[in-house]
Every structure is written in structure tokens, then in C-alpha cells.
DNA sequence: GTTAGCACTCGCCCAATCTGAGTGCTAACA
DNA sequence: TGTTAGCACTCAGATTGGGCGAGTGCTAAC
């Protein structure tokens, strides 16, 4: 069977009546609330072939009928479609300008909470193709060595590390002019075998110590496979009865304390670029099992200099997937600008 | 009305029972209960006393009794005078040695949520009369110079400085040296006007610059008010019905998530040293407004140099008080031998 | 192809009823 | 005087059954 135009109307007519009220939507409704001008008995009709087509489900036996997974799908394939040929709206909620970029990061999560009334997540930038901008090593004793590495985007790590030789002020001197004038400007993934090769030959008998200040750089790197994410209302699941039923609520919340499957969905999110960096799972779509009976709507922001991060919401299936695009791309388009002031 | 020795006992008996079954305990069940040897109708009379003196309370006429705050605050006052005398147990659930401490105090948040099944919280240390051990400035580029603080217990604070004026790599030298030598070893709190006065001056023409350093530093010790919090098993509060009742779930996964109620919670902790350090809040007594329905017992670590943190368990106020005041303290004597190796 | 009409289904609401755990009181007993 | 058995009473919670209404599928007619 093919989904007809006035199929799609009728289709499109009970997901965004059910987004509305919660409820499951008789043909009556429909047949008031479109302007084809189709008795109920019409429609009635036509939700019996969208059920068979797998679109629309009934709950029980003389309910009316909610979308199914299928269905939404299609509703918000439509939607994205028309999106793209909108104008873009200019929202005024601005984020206000924020020095550190972690505190920017945790107030863009908690405005999109706010204004969404769904669960928000924002994941901090990934480096990607990042360069060194410095390696600053400090001798904090006689067998310390206090590691800082500074990348683009001004992101810092530390760390300190044991050494198995003692070491004196002039050799940290002379290690810090040797590390910076070889790596400086360098990718994160251009510093090969070789190189460290030669910079420990360069370093002649401290090459132990090169050997384990790059060990702490790739160590340091390395940290970011479980980056930080911001969450921000989690508790806003509970407006949505259907989130709560059960053990679903229980399972949602740890999702959002353990942090680790936000983790790999914002790995997994980073990996394909899209439709305007926006993409819509729907219940079993969702990579993340704890949320197949929600939706999640993720959007990847760019700060340039291959700084990257996922930005998502997550709601029920019945959400109003409209609102949070657009909230999205809003945000998106704050966060890109404000960095670049 | 005294409370007798009797009394007491079937008092005891009473919270006992509520705790394990959560339901409402009648005379019948008592009369078994203890060894006292009473029948169910000399029971009620005592349980008639005990609610007229407010340790007991009946849900609705014609149920069985639960324990007031008061109740149970007579309850854990008894029980930890008792556990005073007990030799201290040891136990085999041993954190193991992570490198990091914020790798540990997650993972010791993470221990006590499953053993003991309510939700925990673990602060990172707040500095207290910390000294400073190294402060290393570096030139990112001509009017930008990274600051590096570290202090006692390897805390390492960055911030990125932009200047008023530029400045250059000799300078940057000078004045690493200038404020290490005079800075060095000093508490945080004596760092004082005077003293940024005179280096101020020893800065000569640079003393624009040292100044900018010093509000670094005070912010990064400032930025210390809003300490980090670790949590685990906030979904463990869906284990007890009384906690997930109305919207009491939802404000307690905020609390659990913004953290700024934690916050002044350890805080208000830490300001008073206790009993063990062990704190128990019940019910209305909890400085937090929004786990008015829960119990709250906190302990205080210490990793030596003024470095305290505080660890809590929230859960119902039926929560097994014995149980988790074993785990505090034992998971206290770990931290802090950990620590000491 | 569209529509009106009709019988049928089934979740939900409400009220009535029943059950059982638990109480308070009283009178009797040691 | 403290303890106990007995009894009437209370009340939340579970169970039942009827009525309502929203909604469906089918059929026959337009």
C-alpha cells in the first residue's frame, strides 16, 4: 500500500494531536481537526490502513491510536524537510557571555532544560585535530615532574609524574625548550613513534624522561575518551507519566548519573556528520538501551579549530519535536558565535 | 511520663521492625517480637504512652504504629552510644589504590551507593590552611600568560590570564622566581595586602602584572566555594516508596543534580566537628529542604594537611542506620590510610 | 469513494461490599 | 496494682459489578 497524500495529512494530523494532548486520538477528533472535510467513518477507513502499514498503533481494543516508532519517524522526516527550507528564527533567550567555558557549558544544559522541560546534555568539546600550544614541565621535587599541556582552544591538562631518575632545575630547563621547539603547532595524532624517537635521542641521557613526560601527554589525551558532560533537568522526566511508569524513571536517572552511555552516544554522535548536525532517534532507534521508550534529539556544535560537542535532548517519544529542534539549532548558533567573539 | 526500661525496648523493638518491613507494627507482632513476654493488650497500653509522648505515631486509626523523628532519634542516639563500645570491625570491601584522587572519591561513592543500597555523596576536600607549593607562570603569547597553582595535596589549578600589557619571556622568568621564593610555604590565608604590597614592589615596573597573578590565585582559591561533589545511586531512592511518592522523587534528583544544596550541606558539616564526625539527620532535621522526607548521616574524612572532605548516605527515615554507619566509618579509615601510603 | 447507522468492545469511574489488621476499653484475674 | 482475655469498633485496601462513553469495524445505501 502507498501512503497517500491525504494518508499523510490524516498521519500527520494524529501524531501532533497526540504530541498535544497525551492521548490516544479517535477518528472523530481528526475529522474535526483536519480540513479535509472527511466524515469520521472516512477516516476511520484510512487509520485501518495506516495501522496495517505500521504507522499508528491502537492500545487496546476501541481506544483510539497513538504513533508507533514507524510513525513518528515519518512525522519528524517531514518536519526536518520543511525545516531547512525556513527562515532562521533569531531567539532572544542569549546565553550570557561566560568566562570559563565549562560554566558556559553547564548553563546552555540548564537553559535548554528549562526552556524544553525535557532532560539536557551537553557534552564538552572533543579534540579533534588538535594542535599543542605548549608543554610547561615543572620540577616540583627531586623526583616530581608537574606536566601542563596547553592545547588550541586554550584546553589545560595536568598531571604529575613520578621519575625514576632524579632531576635538576637546568635539565627541566633545557626539556622544556627541547619539547616545545619539536612539538609546538604539532597535531595531537602527528606525534609518531619516530618523532619520539628522536627527540629522545635528542634528549640524550634524560631520554627516560622525555619517554615518560610524552607517555603523560598521550595519557593526558587519552583522558578525554570519557569527557565531561553536562546534564541539567533530569528531574523533568518526571512530568511525563509515561517515563515514570515502572522502573523506567530508575533506569533514566542512572543513565544520567553514570554518565557512561551519554558517553559513547556523543561518541557515536561525533563519528557521522548530518542533516545539519541534527538527528532525531525515536524509542528502539535509540543507541542508548535505558531510553528506548524516549526520543532523543542531538545536535553537534563546532567551535572551530576542530573543537566538537554534542549538545542533546531527551524527552518522551510524544515530544515537541518542533520546540526542541529549534531550541537547538538556536543554541548551536550561540554557542558558535560567542566563541568566536 | 518517664521513659522506662520497658518502654525503651519496646520502642526499640518497634523502629526495628519498621525499618525491615516498612509497614505500620502492631502490638500482636511486638508482643512476639521481643522476649519481654507481654501479651498484645499490655503492649497497647505501653504504645498508648510511647504515642502520647511522641516517639511513635499512627498513621490512621485502626493501623499499626510507626516511629516519629522523634522516635527515631532516640533510636540512632542509643545505637551509636552502643557503637562507641563496639571494637571496630574491619571490613573487606577495600577501595582499591587509584592514581587520582577524584578517580577514587568517585569510586567510593560508587561503593557505598551498593552496599548500602541509598543514595551517596562524596566531596572532594575543601582546603583548609593549605600551603602553597609551586606557582609557575608561563608566556602563551604576548598578552596572555598561563598560571599554574599547586598546593599541598597536589591540587593543581589553572587559569589563563590576559594582560594589559605585553610582556616577555624574561620577565615571565623573573617573576616565576620573585613570587616561588616568596610565596612558597605559605597558607593560603596569609597571603595578605601587605605582602602583595611589598612584591608588588620588588616587581618594579611589572607590578601591574603581579597583581593580575595574585587575583588569579585568589580566584582559583575562591572558585573552591562551589566544590566538587560526587554522587552515585540517586536511583536507589526508587527502591523505597515513601521516597517516590507526589514529586518528592523529582526534587531529590535535583538536589542530586544541581548540587548546590549538597554543597551547603557539606559545608555546614564540615564547620562542625562531631561525635566520630559521624552527623545523622532525620527527617525534618536535615538542612535540606527538599529531603525533609529522608535521613541524611554524614561523616567527615581527613587526609591530613587540612584536607577534609565529607561523605553522606541519603535514604528514607527507615533507613538501616547500623548498616550504614559501619560503612561510613569504615569507608573513612580507608580513605584516609589510602591517603597516608 | 464516501457516508450514516448500528452493534460491539473495553478501559475507566464509581459506589457498595467485604476483609482483616489493629485499636481502645472493660472486666476479671494474680 | 499490673497483666490479660474478650469484645466492639474503626478504617484502609482489595474486590466486585454496573454504567458510561469513546471509539471501532462492518454493512448497506448514496
Redesign the interface.
Not at 546534564?231 to 528531574?235: D, V
Given at each position: 500500500m502507498e501512503l497517500s497524500e491525504r494518508k499523510m495529512t490524516i498521519l500527520k494530523a494524529i501524531v501532533r494531536n497526540y504530541l498535544e494532548t497525551g492521548e490516544p486520538v479517535g477518528s472523530r477528533t481528526i475529522s474535526k481537526y483536519t480540513d479535509l472535510n472527511l466524515s469520521s467513518a472516512t477516516i476511520r477507513n484510512e487509520m485501518a490502513d495506516l495501522e496495517e502499514m505500521g504507522y499508528i498503533v491502537q492500545p487496546h481494543t476501541s481506544a483510539g491510536r497513538i504513533p508507533s516508532d514507524a510513525g513518528y519517524r515519518v512525522y519528524v522526516d517531514v518536519m526536518m524537510e520543511e525545516k531547512t527550507k525556513e527562515v532562521e528564527e533569531i531567539k532572544v533567550n542569549l546565553l550570557e557571555k561566560e568566562a570559563k567555558l565549562d560554566q558556559l557549558l553547564k548553563q546552555t544544559a540548564k537553559l535548554l532544560a528549562t526552556n524544553t522541560n525535557y532532560a539536557s546534555m551537553v557534552s564538552a568539546p572533543v579534540i579533534q585535530g588538535n594542535r599543542l600550544?605548549?608543554i610547561?614541565l615543572?620540577r616540583?621535587s627531586d623526583r616530581q615532574l608537574?606536566v601542563?599541556i596547553?592545547a588550541d582552544g586554550?584546553i589545560?591538562k595536568?598531571s604529575?609524574i613520578p621519575l625514576s631518575e632524579s632531576i635538576n632545575e637546568e635539565t627541566v630547563l633545557k626539556l622544556n625548550i627541547l619539547l616545545n621547539t619539536n612539538l609546538n603547532g604539532l597535531e595531537i595524532e602527528n606525534i609518531t613513534l619516530g618523532l619520539i624517537a628522536s627527540l629522545k635521542q635528542l634528549a640524550g641521557i634524560h631520554s627516560d624522561i622525555v619517554g615518560e613526560v610524552l607517555d603523560a601527554v598521550a595519557d593526558a589525551i587519552h583522558a578525554d575518551e570519557d569527557l565531561e558532560i553536562y546534564?541539567?533537568?533530569?528531574?523533568n522526566i518526571?512530568k511525563y507519566p509515561e517515563l515514570t511508569d515502572n522502573?523506567m524513571?530508575?533506569?533514566i536517572?542512572?543513565t544520567?548519573?553514570e554518565k557512561q552511555d551519554l558517553n559513547s552516544l556523543v561518541v557515536r554522535n561525533l563519528e557521522s556528520e548530518d542533516n545539519n548536525g541534527i538527528r532525531v532517534y525515536i524509542g528502539e532507534e535509540s543507541p542508548v538501551a535505558s531510553m528506548k521508550d524516549c526520543s532523543i534529539v542531538t545536535a553537534t556544535y563546532n567551535l572551530g579549530d576542530g573543537m566538537k560537542g554534542t549538545i542533546g535532548i531527551i524527552g518522551p517519544k510524544r515530544m515537541d519535536y518542533d520546540k526542541v529542534v529549534d531550541n537547538l539549532k538556536d543554541v548551536m548558533h550561540q554557542l558558535d558565535s560567542i566563541y568566536k567573539k
Open positions: 600550544k605548549l610547561q615543572s616540583m608537574l601542563v596547553v586554550n589545560i595536568n604529575i546534564t541539567s533537568g533530569a528531574n518526571f522502573n524513571a530508575s533506569s536517572i542512572n544520567f548519573e
